[in-house]
């Protein structure tokens, strides 16, 4: 093994012998590409014509009214292709893939934008695509298993375990062990075994490295917080580390907190009680598990942040202190995804209702000089059967209804 | 020594046999029952795999023992005292089998320090290569046991230099690319890759992965030390039950 990742206590490659030849071949590229400014070119060349990147960074005028406090900015990576930040990281890997010249790529997903993004990058580079999808989040993300499947992908759904993103990873890995000479395994967050925590968050840098240049442009000064929500934690990742030299800027990171801390139906990792250092899938991190070692079931109303680990590299700033870690409920999530659908005219997605969530609660105590960015990580129109039994909205159950009943007809 | 003991039998025998059972599946009484139906048919060591819910290297047989295991109560700490109970009871070798998390949160000192004074002779944790096993083959190598390394078709001949240098009693052969239980072709393409472990090692080597019948095991006479029966032993509990054990065992058993 040629090397192993770790950032303080965390990370690791933890493999089975059969994918050791594998991954020294994908640090191999990954540090090749790294080093070669030509490929960082290229990459941003796609992201620009295939994808919106610059995404701007919008004032929420609005907002910051409401809550008298801090001017709220917000990073707009609903505006790439597909609807997430996730592009960033799947376009990148496809450029990988190329390199390798490998001609198929598998993915898990739980929200289904990774499954989405893939399958759409898979599309435009000509790879056979497999998405590897946990059976409950293929019931509440059924639009986004659509498009998947428009795409060209082939969608399996996951019937074991817990039948979440964990257990979509655990397969994609069982494909992987088995067809590695044709396949790359595109994992959509920066955790697993290195090099992968260290290339998503490679390639989700750039929306740190834009939004640093922009608010300095707009506002002349950096923000004084910048939330974002971590599931597997890339988002926050990208953001965070065009401001991990400003000791200043106070990083937030916001966990599910589901139905609460005490319930604990939540999938909180770092800013709980209940959960503690393990190595499962490739890793070593905080882990939602019992006292053998056996992971918990999670819980979030945000498929995308319902997951057991988190990427060691949060788990190591959170230890030296750099990030601070919060949760928001589903009920706050789903308040304040209302609040920042009627006041901006934007529909954060369930999982970055979570940054927003908890800022609107840090807000109102900080100064009206003060200034924060939230990291808009996706967009929601794809939780719109989630959302709209969230608020419970009457028009739009009969709208289905009557629906159900032309199929059915 | 797990070594010294397959050593002298394969004076006896053109091959050993390992089998492997989930621990608490189907049951714990049902397990030691298989155990009693094995070693009375002549199998030469094995694996109890202690189960873990997130078994990457696992295929659907084993995966699916492992949760119903899990789902059925079963803990680490009902482990060690099954594990306690078969090797007072019966006379062959006794491997533990789990991924490293198991050891981990246990205490990976603790836990070999523990199986070993059990009387289980050795280990086998997929997911833990030796570049990430400081602490647990310190614990081996203290407390007398063997920590066992894989070897697989894309492992370099550098690699299982490597590997066998930091690996006791045998080294485990993993047949194919995948995971445990799907099917192997049992030709003569493994013949190569066998040569290159046998060059890389003087540990005896057992090979595993898709061995399912008197012929797969009568192919690896010669070429390896012990043939691994993994998943083929459940599927046969699950379709017919504890009783069909003893006659499998017994007739790929036979010279």
């Known amino acids: 093994m040629i090397d192993r990742g770790y950032y303080g206590g965390f990370g690791g490659a933890f493999l089975p012998e059969i994918l050791v030849t594998t991954f020294d071949e994908l640090v191999d590229y990954f540090n090749d590409v790294k080093n070669d400014p030509v490929f960082w070119r290229e990459y941003e060349e796609v992201m620009s014509s295939y994808s919106c990147r610059p995404t701007p960074i919008t004032y929420a005028e609005n907002l910051t009214n409401h809550f008298n406090g801090p001017k709220i900015y917000i990073k707009r990576e609903d505006l790439n292709h597909t609807g997430a930040h996730k592009a960033n990281n799947v376009m990148g890997q496809g450029l990988l893939v190329k390199r390798m010249k490998k001609s198929r790529v598998i993915a898990e997903t739980g929200a289904g934008q990774h499954g989405v993004a893939t399958a759409t990058m898979a599309a435009k580079f000509g790879f056979d695509c497999t998405i590897y999808m946990g059976e409950v989040d293929v019931e509440r993300q059924r639009p986004n298993v659509f498009w998947m499947e428009q795409l060209g992908a082939e969608v399996i759904p996951v019937k074991e375990g817990t039948r979440i993103l964990k257990d979509a990873i655990n397969e994609a890995f069982r494909d992987w062990v088995t067809n590695m000479d044709t396949t790359h395994y595109v994992l959509g967050t920066a955790c697993g075994p290195h090099p992968f925590p260290e290339m998503v968050s490679y390639f989700q840098s750039i929306i740190g490295k834009e939004a640093r240049e922009q608010i300095l442009k707009t506002e002349g000064k950096l923000p004084k917080r910048i939330y974002a929500c971590v599931g597997g934690g890339s988002n926050a990742m990208g953001i965070f580390s065009g401001f991990f030299n400003d000791r200043d800027v106070e990083l937030v990171g916001v966990e599910a907190g589901g139905k609460g801390l005490d319930s604990k139906m939540h999938a909180v990792r770092l800013s709980s009680e209940d959960a503690s250092v393990g190595v499962a899938q490739g890793y070593k991190t905080f882990f939602l598990q019992n006292k053998d070692g056996q992971m918990r079931e999670t819980h979030s109303v945000a498929a995308g942040l319902d997951y057991v680990g988190v990427s060691p590299i949060l788990s190591d700033l959170k230890e030296k202190g750099r990030v601070r870690f919060e949760a928001a409920t589903d009920r706050e999530v789903i308040e304040a995804l209302s609040l920042t659908i009627k006041k901006e005219g934007v529909i954060p997605a369930l999982e970055s209702s979570h940054a927003f969530a908890r800022a609107f609660k840090e807000a109102p105590q900080m100064s009206k000089q003060d200034m924060i960015l939230i990291n808009q990580s996706g967009r929601g129109d794809k939780d719109i059967f989630t959302i709209a039994d969230a608020v419970s909205d009457p028009k739009w159950k009969e709208f289905i209804t009557k629906k159900a009943e032309k199929y059915n007809a | ?255």
Request: aromatic share 10%; charged share 25%; glycine share 8%.
């Open chain 2, 1 to 255: 020594m797990l070594r010294d003991y397959l050593e002298n039998r394969l004076k006896e025998k053109k091959i050993l046999l390992m089998t492997h059972i989930v621990l608490g599946y189907p049951t714990f009484d049902d397990a030691y029952k298989i155990i009693e139906s094995m070693v009375e048919a002549g199998v030469d060591l094995m694996e109890l795999q202690i189960p873990f819910s997130e078994p990457i290297a696992d295929g659907p047989v084993i995966l699916q023992a492992n949760q119903k295991s899990l789902s059925g109560g079963s803990t680490v700490s009902q482990c060690f005292e099954f594990a306690h109970k078969v090797v007072e009871r019966f006379n062959i070798p006794f491997l533990f089998m789990s991924y490293y998390n198991i050891l981990y949160k246990y205490g990976v000192s603790q836990f070999v320090r523990d199986a070993a004074e059990t009387g289980i002779q050795g280990f086998i944790v997929p997911d833990l290569p030796p570049e990430e096993g400081e602490e647990y083959l310190i614990a081996a190598e203290n407390h007398v046991t063997s920590p066992i390394f894989i070897f697989s078709p894309t492992t370099s001949d550098d690699r299982m230099k490597y590997l066998a240098s930091h690996g006791k009693g045998f080294i485990y052969c993993v047949a194919r690319k995948g995971v445990t239980g799907a099917g192997t072709d049992f030709s003569d393409h493994l013949n190569s890759y066998l040569k290159r472990s046998r060059q890389a090692t003087e540990l005896p080597l057992a090979l595993g992965f898709g061995v399912k019948s008197k012929s797969d095991v009568d192919f690896l006479k010669g070429k390896v030390d012990i043939a691994v029966i993994g998943s083929e032993t459940i599927r046969l509990v699950d379709r017919e039950g504890v009783g069909a054990v003893s006659e499998f065992i017994k007739n790929l058993n036979t010279d």
